[in-house]
């Protein structure tokens, strides 16, 4: 990994690796009961998941995180105690099935990409970055037990899209020439355009490792339009939710249908933002 995302981002990938295990679910075990048996999941408030307990339970592989947040009455403040992190891998992972090797090469690009930053605390807010995802929680304090509520989520499939995008490089570079990615294949492609277009790859990778997203999305727009962003933003957002649709429809023929066709519609509106460029910029691609 060290060697595809550089050297300056080599003290970052091996802390994270180290403050994470590496678990792969028992015979009996799917991604859900393995986060249940962990710790990840609050069975009290399954809306704080933007992946439902379905998805998780036919997932291959999943990073997750848990903050342990607390309230300081001297201060009147919410504090960042702790962090849990887990990469979870599928009961029938084996090391020697290059598809395997990929959804843990996946997984660990997530918890690398999320390590620096990965939760803080704005007055009664708590914010998730992961990649380029942002997760907003409303914080409450009842009798020194402190509930996360979630508000908001964004930048789930640009994540998704860039994070695949990183998968199928890694693969092809170092353990397979003819890699290519098998899930979220239209963000992904969505996300090639964006760095091959761009010429963004670095900058993606430094808003990934460094927390300084804005700096990526004001040199995105400043190519673009001034909201380009915020367009492909919401598109590859509702992409990734007809992706997850998708696969939820895999073993029902005519809802499978439905599913590719509302894909396919997607295409052509991606195309279009991905193809703006600011007239200074022409020549870029």
Not at 40 to 61: A, C, M, P, Q
Not at 193 to 202: E, I, Q
């Amino acid at each position: 990994m060290i060697l595809y995302y550089g050297e300056d981002k080599a003290e970052i990938i091996l802390n994270a690796i180290q403050s994470c295990p590496i678990m792969i679910c028992n015979n009996n075990e799917n991604i859900y009961d393995l986060l249940l048996k962990e710790g990840f999941v609050d069975t009290s408030n399954n809306d704080n998941y933007s992946v439902n307990i379905e998805d998780l339970k036919r997932s291959s592989g999943v990073y997750a995180s848990i903050p342990e947040a607390i309230y300081d009455d001297e201060s009147n403040e919410y504090m960042i105690k702790s962090i849990r992190r887990i990469v979870g891998l599928s009961n029938y992972f084996k090391y020697d099935d290059i598809n395997h090797i990929a959804n843990l090469i996946h997984e660990l690009s997530h918890l690398v990409k999320s390590y620096v930053d990965e939760y803080k605390v704005i007055d009664d807010n708590l914010i998730n970055r992961n990649g380029l995802i942002v997760y907003t929680y409303k914080l409450t304090n009842e009798d020194n037990v402190v509930s996360m509520k979630l508000l908001d989520e964004k930048s789930v499939g640009i994540e998704e899209g860039t994070n695949s995008l990183d998968e199928e490089n890694i693969m092809s570079n170092y353990f397979d020439s003819n890699y290519e990615v098998r899930g979220y294949v239209l963000v992904t492609a969505a996300a090639r355009a964006l760095t091959d277009n761009f010429n963004l790859k670095k900058d993606i990778h430094d808003s990934h490792f460094f927390a300084n997203k804005n700096n990526f999305i004001e040199k995105y727009n400043s190519m673009s339009t001034d909201d380009s962003y915020q367009r492909l933003d919401m598109l590859m957002d509702e992409t990734l939710r007809l992706e997850y649709e998708k696969f939820a429809n895999a073993f029902n023929s005519e809802k499978l249908q439905e599913s590719h066709q509302k894909l396919n519609d997607k295409i052509e509106p991606l195309r279009n933002i991905l193809s703006e460029f600011n007239k200074d910029y022409q020549n870029i691609k």
